[in-house]
């Protein structure tokens, strides 16, 4: 039996319930919980974690139900390139990546676990050991369906002689008082009788322990089960508050301390040093759990796990070409979007422009960047994830680029291109990218970015990106073979060869079976069975791109806390090292390499895409198909893999991307956009 693990901070010290609330209860709702543990939490907004937990925790392991979760994780691997490369991966990755997913899921099918909470939290922390925002497993059921949060997000900074130390963000108060409202009252209430009311007199105190311990023990203890990045560094950087472009404006991100996708912590413990004080002082702040926008609501435990864990329409496949569903304007959601690191196109758009995504456990943050920190007055070109800015000096123009995604194809390629010859005829000759959190989204427009930045040269026409290859297992070969001969008629599917060329750059005819004769490889002492290699899928583009360049790729800085993945990272590595673009990452600390991204691949998907393809193609009855989740999950994989550039037969995916810096944060310019760009003009241009 595993114990029900906490969050990071219980590898430090055990759940701690030792905080008293001041919430009234009658006695019918003490009742109603003893009887029912959900019953105490339906209906509410705010929640303590300990309450969530009892409900969760309250329902067995169904042995039908684990082992069909297990049968469809396990199948649905077979499509994803990585998981002989992640038994064990190449360095710089060898102690950061070393999961034999196979032999864990056997472990999980025969354990037994206290209860289906206990199930979930095992085989998503498996998955999650990857460190592969591609691929993961999601239940709605638990994931993110509270998120816990404390109202004080952290920030590393640095002083004048270059010593690092953890900080509540100096904006802590600001943001949480905009986003929590009345709750505020409940943390307030909190501190001990010194302080109490004074929430907002935190903001900026150092933190010289978290628990009793080296604030870094934290760290590095979120660092081990946050999974997504492949890089240390990269971890890391996540658990402190950030910044990003989002598509309805600039959005705080408050970090994995401040903000958890489980309730697996009651409160934290902080010995902190207020500003402008010499005092060391001790505070414990409840963790509060608040029910996410997009579940369901619920009165009783049989309505929780009606209305929020079992599949729903979309968690499985369709058939694309049953009823309704024969044209791509009918193709339902993905329900894997609001897992998905960047706002997501419509169905639609999805199937006709591919996409490389992230996936993670919490959803993209909509809580605003407070106004102080926001830049000001953009420029044409500006919309939606598209921020452009000229800098004071009138020589260093910039794109905030928040997501590849988030707009419509054709939108975003033209918005990039007006933005970046309207900051040239300005008299913009350097360029910052800023790509703050940007978890991905069009292939294509990241290599648009590309070419039209550096121009028409070998690099970037008629292939801007990276060559590819998907995996081509017994079923991915039955599927290819069948959606070539009749059973896709109007090109629906990702194994359909009109959508790819060969690697010389020339499209593949209709009716070509191209996983015919798969590449034979052995890997961490496995067979496995790759696809010849792809080469441009982007090229000819929607509009003409300029035919000169834009910008000196010399004089171009990509900018980003480290957390660029997918597409973002397509884009920052042929700009990086086959053009010679400079890379700072932010905030980052000293003692480890920083990563200017991670979690490459070359296309992302999911169980339900596979699934429909599976569907589609009438092969939903073989042995080797999945069969259909009952539970409300989700699963992501990465479905092409891409080259590399300083080892062209390799993966990129396991070549290092050190950052050429790493930008100090202070007090004065940490998280404020404006402030870090104009330091990456004078410090890095």
Same mark, same amino acid.
């Given at each position: ?25 009658? =006695? &019918? ?10 019953? %105490? ?80 939290? &095992? ?49 802590? @108060? ?36 978290? =628990?009793?311990?080296? $604030?870094?023990?934290?760290? &590095? ?22 910044? +990003? ?58 309505? @929780?796990?009606?209305? =929020? ?53 919490? $959803? ?10 926001? $830049? ?42 007006? %933005? ?16 703050? +959190? ?89 067979? &496995? ?25 010399? +004089? ?130």
């Amino acid at each position: 039996m595993v114990a029900l693990a906490g969050g990071f901070l219980s590898l430090l010290s055990p759940v701690s319930s030792a905080v008293q609330f001041a919430h009234a209860e009658t =006695n &019918d709702a003490l009742a109603a919980r003893a009887s029912d543990p959900c019953a %105490g939490i339906g209906n509410q907004t705010w929640s303590s974690p300990a309450d969530v937990r009892a409900c969760f925790t309250s329902f067995p392991v169904d042995a039908e139900e684990k082992a069909r979760i297990i049968e469809v994780v396990n199948k649905t691997l077979a499509f994803h390139t990585s998981v002989n490369y992640e038994k064990l991966a190449p360095a710089p990755f060898t102690l950061d990546v070393h999961e034999d997913l196979l032999a864990d899921l056997a472990r999980i099918s025969s354990q037994k676990y206290a209860s289906d909470f206990d199930l979930h939290i &095992d085989l998503s922390r498996t998955l999650k050991r990857l460190n592969d925002g591609h691929c993961v497993y999601i239940n709605y059921c638990y994931d993110s369906l509270f998120s816990s949060y404390l109202p004080t997000p952290l920030v590393l900074l640095t002083d004048k002689f270059g010593v690092q130390a953890v900080y509540i963000a100096p904006e802590a @108060f600001t943001v949480a008082s905009a986003e929590f409202g009345d709750e505020i009252k409940t943390w307030q209430n909190a501190l001990p009788a010194s302080l109490k009311g004074q929430l907002s007199s935190l903001s900026g105190a150092q933190v010289l322990a978290i =628990n009793g311990l080296d $604030p870094w023990l934290a760290v &590095d203890a979120n660092a081990k089960i946050s999974g997504s990045f492949q890089g240390l560094a990269t971890r890391e950087n996540g658990f402190f508050s950030s910044y +990003n472009a989002g598509a309805s404006g600039w959005t705080y991100s408050l970090g994995q301390f401040a903000q958890q996708s489980l309730p697996l912590t009651d409160s934290v413990k902080l010995t902190i040093q207020r500003v402008n004080s010499t005092k060391i002082e001790t505070v414990t702040l409840p963790y509060r759990s608040r029910f996410g926008t997009t579940g369901l609501k619920f009165a009783n435990s049989a309505e @929780f796990r009606q209305n =929020n864990c079992k599949a729903v329409s979309s968690t499985n496949g369709i058939n694309y070409y049953d009823g309704s569903t024969t044209k791509r304007s009918t193709l339902p959601i993905n329900p894997a979007n609001k897992f998905r690191q960047a706002p997501m196109p419509s169905p639609s758009e999805e199937r006709k422009h591919f996409l490389n995504v992230m996936l993670d456990l919490q $959803p993209q943050t909509d809580v605003a960047l407070p106004p102080g920190l926001t $830049p000001s007055d953009p420029l044409p070109g500006s919309s939606s994830v598209v921020q452009f800015h000229l800098l004071s000096d009138k020589k260093t123009g910039v794109l905030a680029l928040g997501s590849f995604s988030g707009d419509t194809f054709e939108n975003l390629l033209e918005n990039l291109l007006t %933005g970046l010859q309207n900051l040239k005829k300005q008299g913009a000759t350097q360029l910052i990218v800023d790509v703050s +959190n940007n978890g991905g989204g069009y292939i294509c427009v990241a290599h648009w970015l590309h070419r039209i930045i550096v121009g028409p040269k070998d690099t970037s026409d008629p292939q801007a990106g990276l060559d590819t290859e998907t995996r081509a297992g017994p079923l991915a070969q039955l599927i290819a073979k069948a959606a070539v001969s009749g059973k896709d008629p109007n090109g629906l599917l990702l194994y359909n060869s009109i959508s790819w060329s060969f690697a010389n750059n020339t499209y593949m005819p209709a009716g070509y079976d191209w996983l015919a004769e798969p590449v034979k490889k052995t890997i961490n002492g496995r067979q &496995d069975a790759f696809s010849q290699r792809l080469g441009q899928e982007c090229q000819p583009f929607e509009f003409d791109p300029p035919a000169e360049a834009l910008f000196d790729p010399k +004089n171009v800085a990509v900018l980003g806390n480290g957390r660029c993945a997918s597409s973002c990272s397509l884009f920052s590595i042929t700009m990086a090292k086959e053009e010679g673009a400079k890379t700072v990452v932010y905030g980052g600390r000293n003692s480890v390499s920083q990563q200017y991204c991670g979690t490459v691949g070359g296309q992302s998907t999911d169980y339900s895409t596979i699934d429909s393809e599976i569907v589609t193609t009438g092969l939903k009855d073989h042995p080797l198909a999945p069969p259909d989740f009952t539970t409300n999950s989700v699963q992501g994989i990465t479905w092409r893999l891409a080259f590399g550039v300083d080892k062209p037969n390799e993966p990129e995916e396991w070549q290092n991307h050190p950052a050429d810096v790493n930008l100090h944060l202070t007090a004065d310019i940490v998280n404020k956009p404006l402030a870090i760009w104009e330091q990456v003009a004078k410090q890095v241009l």
